[in-house]
């Protein structure tokens, strides 16, 4: 992270005057003329507008739980849990979610955001999209919002990212006292979509952010889908 009196520091910048974004907008041109990118700025990007942008939006009854609950079941590979009108599904994209992601906020009445299909190439065509526009080398995630099994509320994470490595591998490397880490693995990707939902908020009409001072040395290629999703023979708890 960058330096800031010999202590590090991370900036945390919402982008607000974004248009409603209908299908078929280009984001990267929308964020473009709007931010004063810099060479290593990470662009978080909330799912919403990505599934906007990507037509991911279908017509569903606003009263019917028991339409959301269908659609659920649609983008579901394996059901894990049920209790009342919510569902505890693993998506076709490995993702272990409520209702598989499916959403009514933040979109028209009537209407349902259904995740990206490939929420890691969603990122990588923003950030190609910034790079031509720009010229500037950043990063970009796309994020949503997930709860947790064993903690009360919820935190952004990372669906998909570009640019930046999802993992920083720390096994090998020497503690605070010299021993060697055993275990120590950190999902940087949704550390800084956390970091950048404090911005953002879930009402306040801030889609994007950006995150500026991240550790140089995070920043190359990976894949959320591959490297941060836990392969269902790792899972301790399917």
């Given at each position: 992270m960058s330096q800031h009196d010999g202590s590090p520091a991370l900036r945390l910048l919402g982008l607000r005057g974004l248009p409603e974004i209908g299908r078929g907008d280009d984001l990267a041109r929308l964020i473009a003329e709007r931010a004063?990118?810099?060479?290593?700025?990470?662009?978080?990007?909330?799912?919403?507008?990505?599934?906007?942008?990507e037509g991911r939006l279908v017509a569903v009854d606003p009263g019917s739980p028991r339409e959301r609950q269908e659609?659920?079941?649609?983008e579901a590979?394996?059901?894990?849990?049920?209790?009342?009108?919510?569902?505890?599904?693993?998506?076709?994209?490995?993702?272990?979610?409520?209702?598989?992601?499916?959403?009514?906020?933040?979109?028209?009445?009537?209407?349902?955001?259904l995740l990206p299909e490939d929420s890691d190439r969603s990122a990588r065509r923003i950030r190609?999209?910034?790079?031509?526009?720009?010229?500037?080398?950043?990063?970009?995630?796309?994020?949503?919002?997930?709860?947790?099994?064993?903690?009360?509320?919820?935190?952004?994470?990372?669906?998909?990212?570009?640019?930046?490595?999802?993992?920083?591998?720390?096994r090998g490397s020497p503690d605070a006292y010299g021993r060697p880490l055993v275990a120590t693995e950190i999902c940087v990707v949704d550390e800084i979509a956390s970091a950048a939902e404090l911005v953002m908020g879930k009402?306040?009409?801030?889609?994007?952010?950006?995150?500026r001072g991240v550790d140089p040395s995070w920043f190359g290629e990976g894949s959320v889908r591959t490297e941060v999703v836990r392969p269902y023979r790792e899972d301790l708890f399917r």
């Open positions: 004063s990118l810099e060479d290593g700025d990470v662009v978080v990007v909330t799912q919403k507008i990505v599934s906007k942008a659609l659920a079941l649609g590979v394996r059901v894990l849990r049920r209790r009342g009108d919510l569902v505890i599904t693993e998506t076709r994209h490995g993702f272990v979610c409520a209702n598989s992601g499916v959403d009514l906020s933040n979109v028209a009445a009537g209407q349902a955001a190609a999209g910034l790079l031509a526009r720009t010229g500037r080398e950043v990063a970009v995630i796309v994020s949503d919002t997930f709860g947790r099994a064993w903690r009360r509320g919820v935190t952004d994470v990372a669906l998909g990212s570009a640019g930046i490595r999802p993992m920083i591998d720390l009402a306040a009409g801030v889609p994007v952010a950006i995150v």
